[in-house]
């Protein structure tokens, strides 16, 4: 079986990636503190350094989002329903009887179906409820001068934010998770830092198997 050795992650996408990450376990970690589960920064610290993580994100996505549509990036998370079945089966079983893996990564196909509807969940679900219930809990004094504090409770506000906090968290763990899953343990990590991944050349090309775009295409 042989590998070949292809530029997967531009530069702005690892540098995205990591403060991202980054940026993430800095709000898990006060954001728990901020809910009481333990003490280590001290709540007003842990208040601060969760606000400004935030808000650094924020402007991050911001750039990203001109980053995706500019270069045409975006079309990554286009969701397919099509071999959804075969990672899955993947996944659950055939990772663990050392199968081939039903997806070959290219410069037009990083994600597969299954990481494609994990992320849309995450853009279209996830993240508004953490971002909306977060913004509401630090405008909380601006409530009544916006006229929505008959809307809102702080305490349901609260409540959203900690539930959204744990998916996000859960998702965390998860992508962890699967960065392990490829050739060697730390090969998809590898990839991430200097963005270069190694695919079978024996393995058909993952665009003419999710029926995606091929390079060049309109």
């Known amino acids: 079986m042989s590998a070949n050795r292809i530029y997967i992650y531009k530069r702005y996408e690892r540098f995205w990636h ?36 935030a808000w650094t994100l924020l402007v991050i996505w911001a750039f990203t989002i001109f980053w995706q549509f500019t270069t045409g990036e975006w079309r990554q998370y286009v969701p397919s329903m099509k071999n959804v079945s075969a990672m899955v089966l993947y996944y659950t079983v055939g990772i663990f009887k050392e199968m081939p893996h039903p997806f070959r990564k290219t410069t037009v196909q990083k994600h597969n179906p299954l990481q494609r509807l994990a992320y849309l969940a995450l853009l279209a679900f996830i993240s508004p409820l953490i971002w909306g219930s977060g913004l509401l809990y630090l405008f909380y004094g601006n409530w009544a001068q916006l006229g929505i504090d008959e809307m809102f ?66």
């Open 18 to 53: 990591w403060s991202q990450a980054l940026l993430i376990i800095v709000m898990m970690i006060t954001g728990f503190e901020i809910h009481g589960s333990y003490t280590l920064l001290g709540f007003r610290k842990a208040v601060d350094a969760h606000t400004i993580a």
């Open 153 to 218: 409770s702080l305490e349901g506000v609260a409540l959203v934010h900690t539930a959204g906090a744990f998916m996000i968290t859960a998702f965390f763990f998860i992508h962890v998770y699967l960065t392990t899953t490829g050739h060697t343990i730390f090969a998809h990590i590898k990839a991430m830092i200097t963005g270069w991944e190694e695919v079978d050349d024996d393995h058909p090309p993952a665009a003419a198997e999710q029926g995606g775009r091929t390079p060049g295409a309109a």
